[in-house]
């Protein structure tokens, strides 16, 4: 969620610290700040303005130096405003300023801590949670600002990413982490931290991923790691490609719309290589593995949990293998009864989310060991928990609303489909055949459905006057509905509900009137005619019908029913293709609006916290 940068050079960090924010606002957030070791002191500047503000300010200020942090703060604890903004500061009494804090996550116990501090003499100037955290190290520090931070994390309860520097002690920056992530940036007489790669893009690609429990030491010229047992530690470097060009808008209006339309490519390249379907596309042991099972658990949250839902239709019908799906943030809070003979499918973009990481280490510790995970981040701790993993190939989103993430994470969901129908003897040679043709064609029919932008645009300007939305489909559309509304709750702020349209004369009806837009997913399958018998409760009632239809299902264009014509029916992977008119239409809804697209309120990119 919150994004950290830290640096030590012998040259000014500061425009380094201002361009890794830059390129973590893709995160989310309602704050941020910068600080420097300057000639012997402690300077900060913050903003609960954007990034652009931040630097503007660092400039009236004439901020630099060799040292330094930067962070944009989503708020947890306390408002966002200045005082909560980071880096937080901690002295004693009205002395001047001695330990310089950045963090990302949540303590659990910092109300404990806090009491603790105050009785100490220490002055809280906010309501975060991350202050904490500051005065507990000036508290024990000695001489030595790694040891005090290895003291202070030995206290501290949750999640957490730390920054931090001394006044006493230029050219070091001490960092930590525990279920939040944190990287490491290695350069030639300069070194790095980030909470993601991406931040040190253009400074250096090589790269080192800190484990829970770990602490390192950031001086000119060396980096030293411990792990949670304070042992010494060699942390492999990866040389990682994450060009700056992947942060650049090119000719589009925002980064939504631009992943939207990368995802013809997004999904060609998830598919890269595959010449056939075989369980080790998941990793070695996955035929083993495969053969073990004989029930599926997907941990999901979000988008990702929407993916999930459409995976279990896939595999029920295809690989006929029983399939639950749990919201991540719910599942570790409910007594379930476990199966060891069950894959525990995790799906996240990042590979970071708190809650699904969270509700893996459960399901291992209820004795399912079978573990796989579909992710966008190959060194993401979601990958390293995991026995098996597939990583889809979307590229870089910077968009807080998920696009080309999801529907790559159902390219690689229907791969995982044919594997496992294939090791139970359920999928044909000619079966095979047919859906590995369907899924190379899905480039090429995504295309064809975003050149249907400028119709998609004329339903905008119309929904952009409401604030209720209903979503409805059926079947293995049902959960692309319920993303359709997702997104334009997400980006719009219209209040959007989706349900399987054979719930409407369950409660829903009653909300039906010609002010409430109902989209419907109408795709040529064997739900179709029960489909339109729902649409017609709508119509009976005035209701304003937009219905997303098939070229062959004879649903016209008539008073209370708009009609926008899918290019082709696509069988199984029609969810795939259904999904992007509904990108677009929150998309263009919100711009119309006038929202912030890319960054709506409230919320983050990678959530990280629980």
Partial sequence: MCGIVGAVARRDVVPLLLEGLKRLEYRGYDSCGVAVHADGHLRRARSTQRVAELRAQVAREDLHGFTGIAHTRWATHGAPATCNAHPHFSGRGKGEPRIALVHNGIIENYDELRTELQQAGYVFESQTDTEVIAHLINHLYVDDLFQAVRQATRRLV????????????PHRVVGARQGSPLVVGC?????????????LAGTTDQIMYLEDGDVVDLQLARVWVVDSRGEPV????????????????????????????????????????????????FGDAAYKIFKEIDNVLILACGTSYYAGLTARYWIESLAKIPVNVEIASEYRYRDSVPNPRTLVVTVSQSGETADTLAALKHARGLGMTHTLTVCNVATSAMVRECQLAYITRAGVEIGVASTKAFTTQLTALFLLT?????????????????????????????????????????????????????????GLHYPIALEGALKLKEISYIHAEAYPAGELKHGPLALVTDQIPVVTIAPRDELLEKLKSNMQEVHARGGELYVFADADTRIGNSDGIHVIRMPEHYGKLSPILHTIPLQLLAYHTACVRGTDVDKPRNLAKSVTVE
């Avoid at 079966?431 to 459905?449: D, F, G, N, T, Y």
Wanted: charged share 25%; proline share 5%; aromatic share 6%.
């Fill in 158 to 169: 949750g999640a957490y990413a730390i920054a931090v520097f001394c006044r006493e002690e």
């Fill in 418 to 474: 044919l594997a496992l129908a294939q090791i139970k003897g359920r999928l044909t040679d000619e079966q095979e055949a047919e859906h590995l043709k369907a899924l190379r064609h899905l480039p090429v029919a995504i295309s064809a459905v975003l050149a249907l932008e400028p119709q998609i645009m004329a339903w905008a300007d119309r929904f952009a006057s409401k604030e209720n939305a209903l979503f409805l489909g059926r």
């Fill in 187 to 199: 350069g030639a007489g300069e070194n790095f931290l980030a909470s993601d790669a991406l931040a």
């Fill in 234 to 281: 060699d942390r492999p470097v990866h040389t990682v490609h994450i060009h700056a060009a992947a942060a650049d808008l090119g000719p589009y209006r925002h980064y939504m719309q631009k992943e939207i339309f990368e995802q013809p490519r997004a999904v060609s390249d998830t598919l890269r290589g595959i010449q056939s379907v075989t369980p080790e596309l």
